[in-house]
């Protein structure tokens, strides 16, 4: 009650004003002061002890979400980021888990030797696990270190008996293998008996181009390496194929402002000398392409353009003496039927593409312009 309102209530009643204010000032106000202290002394000590809990529990909170114990990924990423960047951190009481995402990180981010140290100590956790053994596998691949990641699958596998890790030791086994990016790292190449004739194993960087090729006959010996560089948007250093023997060899394209093709240049002989080169040109809707040796002697001339609904190409080589391109060839492409003719223009032949019910292409016919067939081939 206000002392405004306690006001109101003396004025109406003199009497009480004169014998009992005093009286209750002096007595019964220190004694209701007192009650008070006394009934309010423990609502306090209980309200400090819920207070210091509180804090207490944050203060435990906070530490098991800064350390990752606990929390959404996030605060286990901020974990795994600080023991990636910090060796000093410590990691003796990090869990299974924890050790899981630390080495899937270091994967993703390429750190291959903290990843495969982080798999392996998870293993030692629970060696039954099989993420561990796909984590360790996929390193290896990624690595072109295929003898490993097979000594993974296969130990892996005969530990859990996981058909993942069978699929694993299949893939690697064929000599064709693909990451989890779904990027190939090695290629090989087979006869009709199924002997090994070359193959190819690459690595990539970071945006999943390749960052180099390495080509290996069937006994293994290495008959090309290219270190491939995709840096400049305007110079694009990358490789080739020979289709028979598999060597791969060093091709660098320059390109102009719009992006157009100006210059190829094929290192593809012992040395750099053994090469040629191709310079673009357009005129109009064709596209003129004119290969060169290393010294820039003409060899020939590709003319490329569409003609209505047909897709032509013309072949020329060139004759010095007369100082001019004389056609070898030309083909007239319509759909998947491409018809092919000599340098006077008579048709020497033409080709199909066959194709499922789905569109996809399933073979190779070769016919006379007569129509028989000269040959087929299916598509495996």
């Given at each position: 009650?206000?002392?405004?309102?306690?006001?109101?209530?003396?004025?109406?009643?003199p009497?009480?004003?004169?014998t009992?204010?005093?009286?209750?000032?002096?007595?019964?106000?220190?004694?209701?002061?007192?009650v008070?202290?006394?009934?309010?002394?423990?609502?306090?000590?209980?309200?400090?002890?819920?207070?210091?809990v509180?804090?207490?529990?944050?203060?435990?909170?906070?530490?098991?979400?800064?350390?990752?114990?606990?929390?959404?990924?996030?605060?286990?990423?901020?974990?795994?980021?600080?023991?990636?960047?910090?060796?000093?951190?410590?990691?003796?009481?990090?869990?299974?888990?924890?050790?899981?995402?630390?080495?899937e990180?270091?994967?993703?981010?390429?750190?291959?030797?903290?990843?495969?140290?982080?798999?392996?100590?998870?293993?030692?956790?629970?060696?039954?696990?099989?993420?561990?053994?796909?984590?360790l596998?996929e390193?290896?691949?990624?690595?072109?270190?295929?003898?490993?990641?097979?000594?993974?699958?296969?130990?892996?596998?005969?530990?859990?008996?996981?058909?993942?890790?069978?699929?694993k030791?299949?893939?690697?086994e064929?000599?064709?293998?693909?990451?989890?990016?779904?990027?190939?790292?090695?290629?090989?190449?087979?006869?009709?008996?199924?002997?090994?004739?070359?193959?190819?194993?690459?690595t990539?960087?970071?945006?999943?181009?390749?960052?180099?090729?390495?080509?290996?006959?069937?006994?293994?010996?290495?008959?090309?390496?290219?270190?491939?560089?995709?840096?400049?948007?305007?110079?694009?250093v990358?490789?080739?194929?020979?289709?028979?023997?598999?060597?791969?060899?060093?091709?660098?394209?320059?390109?102009?402002?719009?992006?157009?093709l100006?210059?190829?240049?094929?290192y593809?002989?012992?040395?750099?000398?053994?090469?040629?080169?191709?310079l673009?040109?357009y005129?109009?809707?064709?596209?003129?392409?004119?290969?060169?040796?290393?010294?820039?002697?003409?060899?020939?001339?590709?003319?490329?353009?569409?003609?209505?609904?047909?897709?032509?190409?013309?072949?020329?080589?060139?004759?010095?003496?007369?100082?001019?391109?004389?056609m070898?060839?030309?083909?007239?492409?319509?759909?998947?039927r491409?018809?092919?003719?000599?340098?006077?223009?008579?048709?020497?032949?033409y080709?199909?593409?066959?194709?499922?019910?789905?569109?996809?292409?399933?073979?190779?016919?070769?016919?006379?312009?007569?129509?028989?067939?000269?040959?087929y081939?299916?598509?495996?």
């Open positions: 009650m206000s002392e405004e309102l306690k006001g109101t209530e003396e004025t109406t009643k009497e009480t004003e004169e009992t204010k005093p009286e209750t000032e002096e007595t019964t106000k220190p004694e209701g002061d007192v008070s202290k006394k009934k309010n002394g423990p609502l306090i000590a209980v309200i400090a002890t819920v207070v210091f509180i804090v207490l529990t944050g203060t435990v909170l906070a530490v098991l979400f800064a350390t990752g114990k606990i929390g959404n990924g996030k605060n286990k990423q901020n974990m795994s980021d600080k023991y990636l960047t910090d060796p000093s951190y410590d990691t003796t009481t990090l869990s299974y888990e924890e050790l899981l995402q630390i080495a990180k270091a994967l993703d981010d390429g750190d291959y030797d903290k990843a495969v140290e982080n798999y392996e100590k998870a293993l030692e956790l629970d060696d039954m696990s099989v993420e561990a053994y796909l984590g596998i390193v290896y691949i990624r690595k072109n270190d295929f003898d490993k990641a097979l000594e993974y699958a296969k130990k892996g596998f005969e530990k859990t008996g996981d058909e993942r890790l069978k699929e030791i299949d893939m690697i064929s000599g064709n293998i693909v990451d989890s990016r779904g990027l190939i790292c090695k290629k090989t190449m087979y006869d009709a008996d199924n002997h090994i004739l070359y193959w190819q194993e690459f990539y960087d970071e945006n999943g181009l390749e960052k180099s090729v390495t080509s290996y006959d069937a006994n293994g010996n290495q008959t090309g390496h290219v270190d491939c560089d995709h840096s400049n948007p305007l110079l694009e990358s490789y080739c194929t020979y289709s028979d023997s598999g060597k791969v060899f060093k091709s660098v394209t320059e390109y102009d402002e719009s992006k157009r100006i210059k190829t240049t094929y593809g002989g012992e040395t750099e000398n053994d090469g040629w080169y191709v673009y040109e005129e109009g809707e064709k596209n003129i392409q004119t290969q060169y040796s290393m010294d820039g002697t003409i060899e020939v001339r590709y003319v490329d353009y569409q003609d209505g609904d047909k897709h032509v190409t013309e072949y020329y080589h060139y004759d010095p003496g007369m100082d001019q391109f004389v070898n060839s030309k083909q007239v492409a319509e759909g998947d491409t018809y092919c003719y000599d340098g006077d223009g008579n048709m020497e032949y080709y199909e593409e066959q194709r499922n019910s789905e569109g996809v292409i399933t073979g190779y016919a070769e016919y006379n312009p007569d129509g028989s067939l000269i040959r081939e299916v598509y495996e």
